[in-house]
């Protein structure tokens, strides 16, 4: 019955692509707040290995934000 | 040329609509932004303006569903009119909600209005009551605001897990950072689905004067940069209200809610547009907003502010829908031509004129989540 009136796969790629973009692109970014205040901290006690690891954890959380957006925009403008 | 006439009158009268929704929902967009302190406020409303008005241009599916699926105008004075009659009552409905404090949406007004109008001027079958008004308005205007709820609260709840035990002065100031982005994003979602429907109205017009062919539908250029236009200079009229109110009005959220409400917000609004889906970006906006208010601390939000969106939601349809179909009825008292029109426009301009004047007195701007 519902199926008959609403699009369905309209409604439901609307559900899981916000649901992707609100909660893992925030969290990503998230990761790289974590990531680049932990590697701050470590670097200044001078414990270079949790240091790096740190520092990658938050440039790829910063790089899986941005690219997600930008990605977004070019699907939301390639139609 | 007594059509043309109207059609100048609606085109108008359409970007009026256009300016006062960006003006109204100014609040929804850089409230946020400004509360945490992520930006100054002049800055905020400056570039959220900027991005209303880029927005407008990213994407075409909604003006297309106001324009074919919710109703269907014939090419005749009569469509014309309905038109009209539909713009002048979400009009009437904004400025009574807005005199009256209620947070109604600018959208459901405006597809109440031009259901109400077309269905007295063009008859039942000219209104896609179940594919159109229930399949692309008024479930997915159920849907969102609860999406937006859900994905505000998740996401802060995952960013507290994140960064929860971490010293707050450098969280907070990568999550204003983040807001600089998110809240871009936001105005961006809003001119996008908020602008088209202007568009699309716009459109039908076009159609109704015979300019557009139903036949071969587009969206003329102009159109689009003029409805661009317009909200953004609505939001950058409504941002200097909010910047002379926001002192005591605006109740602060920590910064990582507000990037998680606005991301949430954003995504919904983004994803909705992308399919032609014309959503409340109010109900919406705070939907995210109570979302990430009530996952930290549900005595945090101001519940009898979301019980009004509730009311209003409820209400807004069937209102816009009446006063629409009054409008239209009167204008045709006045035949044909455009002199109904032109009575119908003095008539509310007068209007609007008083509501402002006895209204600007105890401005105020509603938020849904007091001080964490």
Do not use: C
Not at chain 1, 42 to 47: A, H, L, P, T
Request: proline content about 3%.
């Amino acid at each position: 019955m519902i199926g008959a009136i609403v699009d369905t796969h309209a409604l439901l790629q609307v559900i899981w692509v916000s649901i992707l973009a609100g909660v893992a692109v925030t969290a990503a970014y998230g990761l790289a707040i974590l990531g680049a205040t932990r590697a701050v901290e470590f670097g200044r006690d001078r414990r270079v290995g949790e240091a790096t690891v740190y520092a990658v954890i938050g440039i790829v959380g910063l790089v899986v934000f941005l690219a997600a957006i930008v990605f977004g925009i070019v699907i939301l403008t390639g139609d | 040329m007594g059509s043309e006439i109207i059609v100048v009158i609606v085109v108008a009268t359409a970007l009026i609509f256009d300016f006062t929704n960006g003006f109204h929902d100014t609040a929804n967009v850089v409230a946020t932004t400004i509360s945490t302190r992520a930006l100054p406020p002049r800055i905020a409303v400056g570039y959220a303006s900027i991005l209303n008005f880029v927005g407008a241009f990213i994407s075409l599916e909604v003006a297309a569903t106001v324009a074919k699926d919710v109703v269907e105008i014939q090419p005749n004075s009569i469509g014309l009119l309905a038109v009209f009659g539909g713009l002048v009552g979400a009009i009437a409905w904004n400025l009574i909600t807005w005199f009256f404090g209620l947070p109604s949406s600018s959208s459901h007004a405006l597809i109440g209005g031009m259901v109400g109008s077309v269905f007295v001027a063009e008859g039942a079958d000219s209104v896609f009551f179940q594919e159109g008004i229930l399949g692309k308005v008024m479930i997915p205007a159920l849907v969102a605001p609860t999406l937006a709820f859900l994905i505000g609260g998740i996401a802060i709840l995952v960013l507290y897990k994140i960064v929860g035990r971490m010293r707050p002065g450098p969280v907070t100031g990568g999550f204003r950072l983040g807001q600089v982005i998110s809240g871009g994003l936001l105005a961006l979602a809003h001119g996008t689905n908020d602008a088209q429907k202007t568009m699309g109205v716009i459109t039908l017009a076009l159609v109704a004067n015979g300019t557009v062919s139903a036949d071969n539908f587009h969206v003329p250029t102009w159109v689009v940069v003029s409805a661009a236009t317009a909200i953004a200079m609505g939001t950058y009229a409504g941002g200097w209200r909010i910047i002379k109110t926001m002192g005591s009005r605006i109740h602060k959220m920590d910064a990582a809610q507000g990037f998680a409400a606005q991301g949430a917000g954003s995504a919904v609004i983004l994803a909705a547009s992308h399919v032609g889906f014309p959503l409340s970006t109010t109900h919406t906006i705070s939907g995210a907003v109570i979302g990430s208010g009530a996952a930290k601390r549900l005595s945090a939000v101001r519940w009898g502010v979301a019980g009004n969106i509730v009311v209003a939601w409820i209400l807004t349809l069937p209102m816009a829908a009446v006063i629409g179909a009054l409008t239209y009825l009167v204008t045709r008292l006045f035949g044909t031509g455009a002199v109904g029109p032109i009575i119908v426009s003095t008539l509310i301009l007068a209007g609007s004129a008083v509501l402002y004047t006895r209204r600007s007195q105890h401005a105020g701007v509603p938020t849904a989540v007091e001080s964490s």
